[in-house]
């Protein structure tokens, strides 16, 4: 195979959040196979009153070794993004790959794709095309980046499609959400609950992530109410930060008198504490109202770990039902009685087992051959 010299351009550290990790892995991963792969990031990704978190950098981790980062974009200052399309056309790459999940970076992208897609084979890895949480100006800002490109990739067959409203190009490309290997080897699951001081009896279902209303924790929280759950010492592990106001969360935990059933660390979790989370669980569930793919998922994979989640997007394509877990509709009821068949049936180990199996289709090997391949067939 031809080696290619390809820009990434999106998030990566010091930023932090699934996006970097992602594109930290895809290049090198890029790298091992024979290409010349860098980052083109953020210098400002989002204003500070534009950003619902505690922070946008990383506080623990330190730069990935032998990757080439360029900070250099700046979303809100229009002159920047000339600069930006220079130095691109100045190092001539095969290809230059997007990252693009909001209408907010439509703008900044769509303008630097325009100035650099005459000289360069522009495509975009879309992990939504249509945003969880809809607001104006979203249709034309999407449509603006989505005219400046030669090519499409996505990690889920719902927005695949989705890419259809937008463009008419035949040049698409379908290939899984690869698996996080960034977070550390396994532990076991009495290291992992020793760690973060969890009882190494209980029954743990793990929440995992930011915490936003499209996600369904509310759902998840309702189901722990069923007295049947209740009896059986089921514990939820509800890991990470909320980018919304998380008073309601409380309410609903105490109207359900929930407080000794419910375990909350709502603050951004460390990269190196991440495996303890995974490792410590018995079952990681995504109750999630609307999906396209989840980082959450394939960490959940690497872990090997069995997964609820909701029949929605690209969730109910990669989780097969009763095999690696379960594909639930979002109802309060169904969530329950599924939690309750796992661990009454103790369905635990042969879900492991099937998901050791499964998780071979998420390899990276598989995405990058996808990606050269829509290169082949977009390139300019």
Known sequence: MKSLKIFIIGPAFPLRGGPAQFNENLCAELNKAGHDAQIISYSLQYPNFLFPG????????????????????????????????AFIKKQKPDFILFRYWLPFFGASLGTIARLVKSKTTVLALTDNIIPHEKRFGDNILTKYFVKSCHGFIAMSKTVLNDISKFSKTENKAYSPHPMYETYGQPVSKQEARQKLNLNQDDKIILFFGLIRHYKGLDFLIEAMSADDIKKQNIKLLIAG?????????????AKHKLQSHIILHDTFIANEDVRYYFCASNLVAQTYRNATNSGVTMVGYYYEKP???????????????????????????????????YFSQNREQAFTQN???EKKKYEWRAFIEALIGLYGKAKR
């Open 241 to 253: 930060e909320f980018y919304e106001d998380k008073q309601p969360y409380l309410d609903l935990i």
């Open 54 to 85: 505690s922070s946008q950098y990383e506080q623990s981790r330190e730069a990935p070794p032998n990757l080439k980062i360029h900070t250099l974009i700046n979303t809100v200052n229009p002159f920047n993004w000339f600069k930006v399309a």
């Open 355 to 357: 998901v050791i199996a």
């Open 307 to 341: 997964m609820l989640v909701s029949n929605v997007g690209g969730l109910a394509e990669i989780v097969p039902n009763e095999k690696c877990g379960y594909v639930v509709e979002t109802s309060v009821p169904k969530i329950s009685e599924k939690i309750l068949d």
